[in-house]
């Protein structure tokens, strides 16, 4: 996975951050459901694939651009039907992935080094995603439901599974496995994807 990036025009630059912001836009629209978490809120997308591939390519700072425009287009493409909150916490779970692995890939650009980032993301964005949604988006999606009590939210996890009965087990059981399985998964096919992706879009920068 050890590339140089410094023949990359300006040009080329935000050419490729707008095709890869499009085509993880639309990979937004293809959805899992977990069968471990409630369907209404938790699907699995591979998004973030094309947003690690841009952030790796070109460097951290474009991944956070990629990102944001990712969102920017689904909703062009379609507007928001949880106000907003949906979109905020893909935004925000995105990030804390792509940047920690971005910024280790940067300084340590080898397999093992990508494997370290990768594996760092994807534990930082569990972590921030525990705290996401426990203060910011089941709330939200309480009041979104008919401004009901979190506690009604929290039986939609426990019909998935009997042993989700509050908040903590909702983020254990739910949540936490969700981003997990969310990383790994991204993580997998950005690991055995990237070298041909990369090395195509080259042979075509060059032509």
Do not use: H, W
């Not at 978490?37 to 991944?63: C, H, T």
């Not at 779970?93 to 940047?99: C, E, K, N, R, Y």
């Not at 569990?126 to 009604?152: Q, R, W």
């Not at 599974?161 to 908040?167: E, H, K, L």
Request: some cysteine; aromatic content about 10%.
């Amino acid at each position: 996975m050890k590339e140089k990036n410094k023949n990359i025009s300006n040009t080329q630059r935000i050419t490729l951050i707008g095709i890869f912001s499009a085509l993880a836009a639309v990979l937004m629209y293809l959805e899992i459901p977990f069968f471990f978490a409630p369907p209404e809120a938790y699907k699995l997308d591979f998004s973030e694939v094309p947003v690690l591939i841009s952030s790796f390519m070109l460097g951290p700072v474009e991944g956070i651009i990629t990102e944001c425009l990712k969102i920017v287009i689904k909703l062009i493409i379609k507007p928001t039907s949880t106000a907003f909150v949906g979109e905020f916490a893909n935004l925000v779970v995105g990030i804390t992935f792509v940047l920690p692995a971005s910024i280790i890939y940067k300084k340590k650009k080898t397999r093992k080094g990508a494997l370290i980032g990768m594996t760092a993301g994807t534990l930082t964005m569990t972590v921030v995603g525990c705290f996401v949604n426990a203060f910011i988006l089941l709330p939200a999606f309480a009041y979104l439901f008919g401004n009901v009590p979190v506690s009604e939210i929290i039986k939609l996890g426990t019909a998935v599974n009997p042993a989700i009965t509050n908040m903590f087990t909702f983020i254990v059981l739910a949540v936490v496995p969700v981003n997990i399985v969310k990383g790994v998964l991204v993580s997998l096919v950005v690991f055995l994807i990237y070298k041909p992706v990369t090395k195509g879009i080259r042979s075509i920068i060059k032509q």
